[in-house]
């Protein structure tokens, strides 16, 4: 049986760890993964550095050290740079208006051949072929 393989972009750890609309099929895709050998969940690095800096700023210090150690105890695993991984995220930013951090999401669902899980609009300029699951609610900057 195949493997189903996710990897969950920032604004979906935020969404499960704030309760927000789409933490449902998170909560769902990270029981599946504790539950079943069939299911693995990722992060990219950037994703573990996003929400480290995010909350820092939004709340403090602290509170950042205490979502990574959150983060850290769900079943998923965090991706690390490595060369092909970064080419490929430098291919997505040359070809697609995405940011750095965005690029290596994406990158990160292609190497692994999973599902990106996404609130992120900028995901849907995306030209290259990554398959996606966009959850409810953010809106596009401008």
């Known amino acids: 049986m195949d493997k189903k393989r996710y990897v969950l972009d920032t604004s979906a750890i935020f969404a499960y760890t704030k309760g927000e609309k789409g933490s449902k099929a998170i909560q769902d895709i990270l ?9 693995v969940v990722y992060i ?20 950042a ?22 080419l490929m995220a430098g291919r997505i930013k040359a070809n697609c208006r995405l940011s750095v951090a965005d690029s290596f999401v994406a990158a990160t669902a292609l190497d692994r051949d999973a599902l990106l899980v996404h609130k992120d609009p900028e995901f849907e300029k995306m030209s290259v072929s990554v398959n996606t699951l966009k959850l409810p609610d953010k809106v596009a900057r401008r």
Do not use: G
């Open 65 to 86: 050290k205490e979502l990574v150690v959150l983060v850290k105890s769900l079943p998923l695993e965090v991706v690390n740079p490595h060369e092909r991984l970064t």
């Open 31 to 39: 029981e599946a993964a504790k539950r079943k050998k069939e299911t």
């Open 44 to 63: 990219s690095f950037i994703t573990l550095m996003e929400l480290y800096y995010i909350t820092w700023q939004a709340k403090s210090e602290d509170a």
